[in-house]
T-cell receptor, first 111, second 116 residues
Framework: DQQVKQNSPSLSVQEGRISILNCDYT??????FLWYKKYPAEGPTFLIS?????DKNEDGRFTVFLNKSAKHLSLHIVPSQPGDSAVYFC??????????FGQGTRLTINP | EAGVAQSPRYKIIEKRQSVAFWCNPI?????LYWYQQILGQGPKLLIQ????????DSQLPKDRFSAERLKGVDSTLKIQPAKLEDSAVYLC??????????????FGPGTRLTVL
């Protein structure tokens, strides 16, 4: 049972434009959501998070939006840079319980 | 600050053989996690330790997988005997407290296991 889904395995965006990565979840009890970024041969690194009491959180070029009624979150990167090329995982948790990860989306930023 | 260390980085074994992975978390981090990431999937938690006690091992295949964190610092994950479907990247992560969802997990580079 895939509780967290990233339906786009890959996304290609031109440098300077906006990248939008999407994530859907099925468990309405999830109350904390995160995005991790992974480069090849490295472990995932934490990028940004959002609590279920908010619908938006910003950190520099990165903004995460949460739509609880649709059970959907998205990560916006503006403007996209070549160094943003990586695999992005969304993850969710309920209380202090384990993180549940999506399958990942490979983002490629083209010059 | 040194990150999470893992070794070996790569391992190739035959099915039915045994293998062990080692992890040294960030100094002072109470909670240590082992994840399995199969190609094309996200990381899946196998086991979570808080200090040297097990918090969650509900997804650990206990008939073949074992893990220990004897002194509450570094940890080993063992597979005995390995199956073809165990081919994956095994990620270790640590966090400062672990009892809160907002406690950031820091990941090591992983060990890529190939079972032939």
């Amino acid at each position: 049972d895939q509780q967290v889904k990233q339906n786009s395995p890959s996304l290609s965006v031109q440098e300077g434009r906006i990248s939008i990565l999407n994530c859907d979840y099925t468990n309405s009890m999830f109350d904390y959501f995160l995005w991790y970024k992974k480069y090849p041969a490295e472990g995932p690194t934490f990028l940004i998070s959002i609590s279920s009491i908010k619908d938006k959180n910003e950190d520099g070029r990165f903004t995460v939006f949460l739509n609880k009624s649709a059970k959907h979150l998205s990560l916006h990167i503006v403007p996209s840079q070549p160094g943003d090329s990586a695999v992005y995982f969304c993850a969710a948790s309920q209380g202090a319980q384990k993180l549940v990860f999506g399958q990942g989306t490979r983002l490629t930023i083209n010059p | 600050e040194a990150g999470v260390a893992q070794s070996p980085r790569y391992k190739i074994i035959e099915k039915r053989q045994s293998v062990a992975f080692w992890c040294n978390p960030i100094s002072g981090h109470a909670t240590l996690y082992w994840y399995q990431q199969i190609l094309g999937q996200g990381p899946k938690l196998l086991i979570q330790f808080q200090n040297n006690g097990v918090v969650d091992d509900s997804q650990l295949p206990k008939d073949r997988f074992s893990a220990e964190r004897l002194k509450g610092v570094d940890s080993t994950l063992k597979i005995q005997p390995a199956k073809l479907e165990d081919s994956a990247v095994y990620l270790c992560a640590s966090s400062l407290y672990g009892g809160f969802s907002t406690d950031t997990q820091y990941f090591g580079p992983g060990t890529r296991l190939t079972v032939l």
